[in-house]
């Protein structure tokens, strides 16, 4: 499975029309045999986390951007199932707060980095700064415009100082969006998921396509790439993520530490 082909090389201008947020070209099964692929890779990544919690040595940082229902949640419910939340924290970042606002947006943000062992994972983000606050217009271009070099910078710093990165935008079609949203009013017990403002923000949606173009282009890095992730259908949303981050942790070399020493033979009374 070349998990590469939905990585957006730094430099590359990313332009969303060329992917199809339907594409399922890394798999040909059914999705049953795609959900069984992503069970064993979830045991897989419970393996890997205990590792990475047990070496301490490694931090790993998740982004996670969508649109509405583009599935942050259930990526997060999926991908980590099974895994120890002892090592794995979960940040949503809503809107900011009054004392939030009155700092710079990184602010909030950094304290919720992963520390040594652990994996953070970001439901929403510092890219939140660069999406909803351009297309609002919630600051004057020229600040948001700042922000990406801003990011960058930020990321390096996580990353010189033992992060790994990545970064996933879950790719809806409008038109898949519609179907989710209808499908959280129609069952009562999905209604608590719908927000009216949802509708309002479907209607900047062009403007968003935008905002992550000029974000995810400029600030897809070696060390802090960001893949589009063709989300329409959940099951390979799920797959493909789960094998990106398999692939992560086996590629940093981890060993569980040495015990202490002359425990050999050691019999408790
Ligand atoms: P759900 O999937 O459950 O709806 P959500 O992530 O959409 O989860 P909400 O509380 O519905 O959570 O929405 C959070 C809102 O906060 C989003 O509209 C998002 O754009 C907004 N937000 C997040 N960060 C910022 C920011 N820095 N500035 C302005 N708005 C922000
Ligand atoms: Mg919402």
């Not at 029309?17 to 099964?29: C, E, N, V």
């Not at 202490?260 to 033979?265: A, F, Q, S, T």
């Given at each position: 499975m070349d998990t590469g082909r939905y990585r957006v090389e730094p430099g590359a201008t990313l332009d969303l029309?060329?992917?199809?947020?339907?594409?399922?070209?890394?798999?040909?099964?059914?999705k049953d045999a795609g959900r069984k692929e992503t069970r064993d890779l979830n045991k897989r990544l419970e393996e890997l986390q205990e590792l990475l919690y047990a070496e301490a040595k490694h931090k790993i940082l998740i982004v996670l951007q969508a649109m509405d229902a583009g599935g942050k949640d259930g990526t997060i419910r999926h991908v980590f199932d099974g895994t120890n939340p002892q090592g794995v924290k979960v940040t949503s970042f809503k809107r900011p707060t009054p004392r939030e606002l009155a700092h710079d947006y990184l602010w909030r943000v950094h304290r919720h980095t992963p520390g040594a062992g652990q994996i953070a994972i970001f439901n929403?983000?510092?890219?939140e700064d660069v999406l909803v606050v351009r297309v609002h217009d919630y600051v004057p271009p020229e600040r948001w415009q700042r922000r990406y070099r801003h990011i960058v910078e930020f990321e390096r710093l996580l990353a010189e100082e033992g992060a790994t990165i990545r970064k996933f935008f879950l790719n809806i079609s409008k038109e898949e969006q519609k179907e989710r949203f209808q499908s959280r009013l129609d069952e009562p017990h999905k209604r608590w998921k719908f927000a009216k403002g949802d509708l309002a923000e479907r209607r900047h949606w062009d403007g968003y396509m935008r905002a992550f173009e000029a974000a995810i282009s400029k600030t897809s890095t070696e060390t802090a790439p960001w893949y589009v992730i063709p989300a329409n259908r959940k099951w390979y949303r799920n797959l493909v993520i789960s094998k990106i981050l398999v692939e992560t942790l086996e590629g940093l070399g981890m060993s569980y530490p040495d015990p202490?020493?002359?425990?050999?033979?050691v019999v408790i009374a």
């Open positions: 029309t060329d992917h199809d947020p339907a594409d399922r070209a890394l798999f040909d099964g059914d929403r983000s510092h890219y202490e020493e002359e425990l050999d033979g």
